[in-house]
T-cell receptor
Framework: NAGVTQTPKFQVLKTGQSMTLQCAQD?????MYWYRQDPGMGLRLIYY???????DKGEVPNGYNVSRLNKREFSLRLESAAPSQTSVYFC??????????????FGSGTQLSVL | RKEVEQDPGPFNVPEGATVAFNCTYS??????FFWYRQDCRKEPKLLMS???SGNEDGRFTAQLNRASQYISLLIRDSKLSDSATYLC??????????FGKGNQVVVIP
């Protein structure tokens, strides 16, 4: 049982490049989330998906897009990376619908650097 | 005022000692509260929920003070393996979770 798997673990981009972070969970959870964590700040929600087929903006959605491909997979895309998007990104899932469910299961994170 | 505030520390505690720290929240309508643990360069993991009556899980005790709008975490008989950052998480009533910056705990042999 792998839980939440996200790839890649590390990525370096040049300003303006695009990339997609992949996330998959095998716990049959309805809800999935993308967070970013910056030094000296708490985790901030980028986007979430309460169920397959739905996505909603979180606290810091600008510069990102998401796709809930199916119940298992939730991807995060940076269309034109900017240095301000240098961060650690975490995917998470939970059993219930909506971002108020607090029992989150996190992936191991992606360290992204934008030069 | 920030939604969730924590003193980042570090909290240096001798092995075997007790350490406690608080987290304050700004939204009086917040419904539920949690502590997550995050090891260095790792993902956060749920440590425990915080119930109104307070709750205990082994060496860990969590309490909620709604009147003063804070939650607390106490770790007794600290182990080296307790060294981590403890994140306070609050359901702020606006259909969104708010994470604190974390309290860093360093257990010293």
């Amino acid at each position: 049982n792998a839980g939440v798997t996200q790839t890649p673990k590390f990525q370096v981009l040049k300003t303006g490049q695009s990339m997609t972070l992949q996330c998959a969970q095998d716990m049959n959870h309805n809800s999935m989330y993308w967070y970013r964590q910056d030094p000296g700040m708490g985790l901030r929600l980028i986007y979430y998906s309460a169920s397959e087929g739905t996505t909603d903006k979180g606290e810091v959605p600008n510069g990102y897009n998401v796709s809930r491909l199916n119940k298992r997979e939730f991807s995060l895309r940076l269309e034109s990376a900017a240095p301000s998007q240098t961060s650690v990104y975490f995917c998470a899932s939970s059993e219930w619908s909506g971002p108020t469910n607090e029992k989150l299961f996190f992936g191991s994170g992606t360290q992204l650097s934008v030069l | 005022r920030k939604e969730v505030e924590q003193d980042p520390g570090p909290f240096n505690v001798p092995e075997g000692a007790t350490v406690a720290f608080n987290c304050t929240y700004s939204n009086s309508a917040s419904q539920s509260f949690f502590w997550y643990r995050q090891d260095c360069r790792k993902e956060p993991k749920l440590l425990m929920s915080v119930y109104s009556s307070g709750n205990e899980d082994g060496r860990f005790t969590a309490q909620l003070n709604r009147a003063s709008q804070y939650i607390s975490l106490l770790i007794r008989d600290s182990k080296l393996s307790d060294s981590a950052t403890y994140l306070c998480v609050v359901n702020n009533g606006n259909n969104r979770l708010a994470f604190g910056k974390g309290n860093q705990v360093v257990v010293i042999p």
